[in-house]
């Protein structure tokens, strides 16, 4: 079945540092990938997306480019701020699977904490 | 736009209890999903709702569970005679149109089966 990989966290960096969360996929059919992220007390919110193989996602200075020829989507910030520490999930979506179940398939998520 | 609602936001009970979990989604969408999250974990799919038809269910939402969506607004969420591996938080999100459309969640429901 369908699957999301993400980096382990907790992921600590201080403030202005160069961000990366690594997220791989497997999938059945042509999924849509996406980036999800929930602050503090907060619902999950859509971060960016990508519906097509070398679509870039991007949104709040966070990039993510889908590689199909890595099953990849990793979520980049050239500089991150304190009031960016949340938990960043990945997400797929592949209605094409087969499989049934038409929802989204989330990663474990990884929690960023930036210090300043 | 007052977001996705969902009551309560924390519910504990005693095992063998019924519980029942409200979803409020914003007024225009068509579509509901309920997902539930462990600690660790990310969000898992039970069910969506197009309207007031309930499209899908995940292998996840064994005979104990059930969800409505009466006349395609609000949505329940009921375990029947809950165990203790249902501790979970339970959310609930909302979207116009297909999948791939932006989801809005809740804040969840947060369960506690002692």
């Known amino acids: 079945g369908d699957s999301v990989t993400q980096m382990e966290g907790p992921v600590t960096l201080s403030e202005e540092a160069f961000l990366t969360i690594n997220c791989t996929y497997t999938a059945t059919g042509y999924p849509s990938l996406f980036w999800y992220v929930q602050y503090p007390g907060e619902g999950l919110q859509l971060l960016l997306k990508a519906t097509k193989a070398d679509d870039k996602g991007s949104n709040k200075g966070f990039e993510a480019t889908y590689r199909k020829e890595t099953t990849s989507f990793h979520l980049e910030k050239g500089s991150v701020q304190v009031s960016d520490s949340a938990v960043y999930f990945c997400a797929l979506s592949d209605v094409y699977s087969g499989g049934g179940a038409d929802g989204l398939t989330f990663g474990k998520g990884t929690h960023l904490i930036i210090q300043p | 736009d007052t977001g996705v609602s969902q009551n309560p936001r924390h519910k504990i009970t005693k095992r063998g209890q019924n519980v029942t979990f409200r979803c409020d989604p914003i007024?225009?969408?068509?579509?509901l999903y309920w997902y539930r999250q462990t600690l660790g974990q990310g969000p898992e799919f039970l069910t969506y709702f197009q309207n007031e038809a309930q499209l899908e269910k995940s292998r996840l939402l064994s005979d104990r569970f059930s969800a409505e969506r009466p006349k395609g607004s609000f949505s329940t969420l009921e375990i029947q005679r809950t165990e203790q591996g249902d501790s979970a938080m339970y959310l609930c999100?909302?979207?116009?149109?297909?999948?791939?459309?932006?989801?809005?969640f809740g804040s969840g429901t947060q369960l506690s089966v002692l």
């Open positions: 007024s225009e969408h068509n579509r």
């Open positions: 999100a909302s979207s116009i149109g297909g999948l791939n459309e932006k989801l809005f």
